[in-house]
């Protein structure tokens, strides 16, 4: 179903809520008050309610009662009838304001062209499409129908003037993400609908929320980002984009670093592109269809890093110490890569944390247009300094506490399991939409780790009356030094990190912490000795 379809669809028929605000609403003006503004106009309906409004009718003739009570009865359902019609016709409303709100963003979709997703678009969207779906709209970045599919770009017009063959591409391959349904044979996706039906509130059934991705056309362009440093990785990588390119016939991009490795090593390497400067490097997601990495987690930390706007799905290989974010691995790569070029596969949709920094010389103004995105995590922390960190910390507009001890770590679900783990933050899967506070070393017995809802926005504040400064760093990289005054901004980014599964998102995560971390491992107790 289509939402152009929605406003006549709720004239034949009652349609649940997505969203809980527009209850609220109807919460908030109250079933009554709704109703009659309604009725007022109906005559019978008027008369109904003021009818029921009156003491029943106490009298020794039964006639009188039993006639008096029958007036009664029709009444009720003169009134149930108006009270049907008047929340239909605010779920109409509702469905209309979306209807409107759609085309609205359509059309600056039209203006904008590719790159202007509204904010928290495709989290909207993955909460109120349906699995099954008609073409994909190619207009804009993110289709009405999927969780979000992307274009098919053209290939460039051939110039006068071709581009050397070491440069960019520029056709993308499309997909459509969808949920994963177990044993749903319509492969229709049951939202977490909240419906508020005559006062009573239920969240409908949950389903499997994994996300699938499955490519329209077939992906031609693979992204390589390797760990520096490291023989393995650079032995694997030569090995691959080989095996890809003879094998599979696709495009190789590699960094700048490695095209240049690999070309000095051997001039069978001449079919590699890369970039030469940031305004290519922008421009990357448009040309490629896939991501791999070769080394650990700060690989993906660094890929993801290259990616200002949407990001497209990565492949991570395992070849660091850990691997929370890397399951992928290496010795099987044929088979992985397989699967994942001929789709569908699983992904863990990460969000990432969008920063700000304002200076306190320039009020409220933003230090820089694009904020830095984080897939980690965002520390605020005393740096060189030996005074306590002073941290005045605010949730939306409430006023959240005062962090008085080492720092401040604002995570990711993702990064749950790096330096807030470390600090004493808990484990959160992936997938749950969640933004962690975790103090580092707090210098109070009662200041415990908390998990904040992902739709907030931080702030955190070095207040006038500090002792010192504070240094903010990303993902554990560029720290930025904060005087008192400075502040930093932290909400959810709408471009999220894709990663490939190996399994699915929970058997990944698990795996993950059974094996990075020996999470509870302990010898089970013999089966001989005290029982009850
Ligand atoms: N005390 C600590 O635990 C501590 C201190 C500083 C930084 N870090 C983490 O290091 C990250 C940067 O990683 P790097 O590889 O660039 O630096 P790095 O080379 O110093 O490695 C840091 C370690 O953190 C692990 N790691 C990174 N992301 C992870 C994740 N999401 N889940 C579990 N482990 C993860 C890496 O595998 C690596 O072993 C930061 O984002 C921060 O989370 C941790
Ligand atoms: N393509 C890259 N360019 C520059 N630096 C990179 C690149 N890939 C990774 N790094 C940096 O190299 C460091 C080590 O990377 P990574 O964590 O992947 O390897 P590792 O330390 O061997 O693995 P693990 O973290 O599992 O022990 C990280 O700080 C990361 O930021």
Redesign the pocket.
Known sequence: MSLDELPHKVSDERVNHDTVTSHESEIGSGSISTVSSTVSSVESEKAAYEFLAQTPIKSTDAHLVEFSEAMRTVAKALRRVAEGKAAAQAEAEEWRRKYELEMAHKQQRKIKGYGSCANNELEKLASQLTLETPASDQAGCCGNHGICSHEVLQDESPGPNPRSSHKLVSRKASFRLSWGCNGDKNGQHKHDFVSFEKGDITTAERSNKQILLKWESSPQTVLF??????NSVHVLCAEMVRWLKEHKKINVVV?P??SKELLTEDSYYNFIQTWDDDEEKKMLHTKVDLIV?L?????????A?LFKGPVPPVVAF??????FM?PFPSEQYRDCLDNVLNGPFSITLRNRLQCHVIRDAAKDELETEEPILVLNEVTIDRGISSYLTYLECYCDSSFVTCVQGDGLIISTTSGSTAYSLAAGGSMVHPQVPGILFTPICPHSLSFRPLILPEYVTLRVQVPHNSRGQAWASF???DRKLLSPGDALICSISPWPVPTACLVDSTTDFLRSIHEGLHWNLRKSQSFDGPRD
């Open positions: 980002i390797t760990k520096p440093n490291s960094e670093r490695v990495t080394g650990g987690d700060g690989t993906v930390l660094w890929a890093s395992s070849l660091g110490s850990l691997g890397t993902d554990g990289k």
